[in-house]
């Protein structure tokens, strides 16, 4: 894995205190906590297309706007002891990094909400859910939370049957940041029960 120095945000911290320096792994991943240094990794995924018309809108972000996210997602992993890990395919040259995994608050409400973000090159392999699974069942050891929510952007299939694959359930169509997408859900006891 190739390590990187880390950015300093506006204050001079480069990280919070709770956050694991852990490294955990799969059949076909690496996982880690999504840190301050991993801010440059972060720009460069969340400008992917498919990122960017998923997530987006088809705007460009900013390295501020990835700032601002990252600094949210830190609060997230002080807060509950989960959040976002950032996801790498092992290979023989080294890790490959290849998105984002991860459940966090969904708003102001009781349910969490799981999310994984990855390179366009790196889709349909059945890599999302692997590490949908990990970074679920990470999170449900450390929470009583009773729900998991999605939200996949309407025509995005793909998401749509992994999202099925680890258990989600299609409920309805729902507003989210202002657009309409298809609102996805599951318990705690569906998904320990699979």
């Known amino acids: 894995m190739v390590i990187q120095r880390p950015l300093l945000n506006q204050s001079g911290r480069i990280a919070r205190g709770r956050i694991p320096m852990t490294t955990c792994q799969t059949e076909r991943l690496i996982l880690t906590p999504a840190r301050p240094e991993h801010e440059a990794a ?3 995924l969340h400008n992917d297309p498919l990122v960017q018309k998923a997530n987006y809108r088809n705007v460009p972000q900013t390295i501020e706007d990835v700032h601002k996210w990252l600094d949210w997602l830190l609060r997230q992993w002080d807060k509950n002891g989960f959040g976002y890990w950032m996801v790498y395919e092992k290979h023989n040259d080294g890790p490959i990094f290849i998105g984002r995994c991860g459940l966090c608050d969904y708003q102001d409400t009781d349910d969490l909400e799981f999310a994984w973000v ?5 889709v349909g392999r059945g890599l999302g859910p692997e590490a949908a699974l990990f970074t679920i069942t990470h999170a449900l050891k450390r929470t009583t939370k009773e729900k998991i929510v999605g939200f996949i952007e309407q025509g ?9 694959k680890i258990g989600l359930r299609y409920i309805d169509d729902r507003l989210y940041n202002g657009t309409l997408c ?10 320990l029960s699979k």
């Open 156 to 164: 995005n299939t793909r998401a749509e049957k992994a999202a099925k």
């Open 182 to 191: 298809r609102y996805y859900e599951m318990t705690r006891g569906m998904y």
């Open 42 to 44: 972060l720009f460069k």
């Open 118 to 122: 990855f390179f366009q090159d790196r």
